[in-house]
């Protein structure tokens, strides 16, 4: 069974940084080499967003409003882990972060429990 497991998440102030990590358990590595993962927030009150993605190739895709060139996605064929390095953080990327892995059709699915990034002003 496919499991993520996201953490490094916690509170900054405006201007640090974090990285998340996401470990992928359940999937062969020759399987995780081929997956798209993705990186999704959910702040109170709003709806899920999606945030960055990584294909096999290790080409990245951002939310480009918001955080592209400050946030980057890399990932670890080996440790089966996506990362998602935070800098110049903003109160507004207060959020739980979520990873989660695509599936059939481009939906993603397997979501991990989440890990919470609190930014304060």
């Known amino acids: 069974q496919v499991q993520l497991t996201e953490s490094g998440g916690g509170s900054v102030q405006a201007g640090g940084s974090l990285r998340l990590s996401c470990i992928v358990s359940?999937?062969?590595?020759?399987?995780?080499?081929?997956?798209?993962l993705g990186w999704f927030r959910q702040a109170p009150g709003k709806e899920r967003e999606f945030v960055a993605a990584?294909?096999?190739?290790?080409?990245?895709?951002y939310r480009t409003d918001a955080v592209k060139g400050r946030f980057t996605i890399s990932r670890d064929n080996g440790e089966r882990t996506v990362y998602l390095q935070m800098s110049s953080l903003k109160p507004e990327d207060t959020a739980v972060y979520y990873c989660?892995?695509?599936?059939?059709?481009?939906?993603?699915?397997?979501w991990g429990q989440g890990t919470q990034v609190t930014v304060s002003s």
């Open positions: 989660a892995l695509q599936g059939v059709g481009g939906v993603y699915g397997n």
């Open positions: 359940g999937r062969s590595f020759f399987t995780f080499t081929r997956d798209t």
């Open positions: 990584i294909n096999r190739n290790g080409v990245a895709t």
